[in-house]
């Protein structure tokens, strides 16, 4: 089992950065994939960004690629999410989550109680 711990979150002006953390507990860590979601209000929860486990493979959504950066510490049982160029409408609540397939389209497991991020123009 994976407990998952997200961090970082905050108020920025548009344009701005933010690094979210993903700590999650277990010694398996570095077998799972993780990826960020993230829900705004009224809205359905939609996909950020997702990292294989050894953090080879990266995938991003379209309104994020060239912004965003997923990465991995598997020494520190953390992944990370570099937010650069953050818009208004990145503001949402971000969600980290692990799963141990690699096959795309899979449900991930285990979900994290969210970290706010809010952008303002």
């Known amino acids: 089992q994976v407990q998952l711990v997200e961090s970082g979150g905050g108020s920025v002006q548009a344009g701005g950065t933010l690094r979210l953390s993903c700590a999650a507990s277990?010694?398996?860590?570095?077998?799972?994939?993780i990826g960020w979601f993230r829900q705004a209000p009224g809205k359905e929860r939609a996909f950020v960004a997702t990292?294989?486990?050894?953090?080879?493979?990266?995938a991003y959504g379209d309104s994020v690629k060239g912004r965003f950066t997923i990465s991995r510490d598997n020494a520190k049982n953390t992944v990370y999410l570099q937010m650069n160029n953050l818009k208004p409408e990145d503001t949402a609540v971000y969600y980290c989550?692990?799963?141990?397939?690699?096959?795309?389209?899979?449900?991930?497991?285990?979900w994290g109680q969210g970290t706010q991020v809010t952008v303002s123009s």
């Open positions: 989550a692990a799963r141990r397939s690699e096959v795309a389209g899979k449900p991930y497991d285990y």
């Open positions: 990292i294989s486990w050894s953090g080879g493979s990266t």
């Open positions: 277990g010694r398996t860590f570095s077998s799972y994939r």
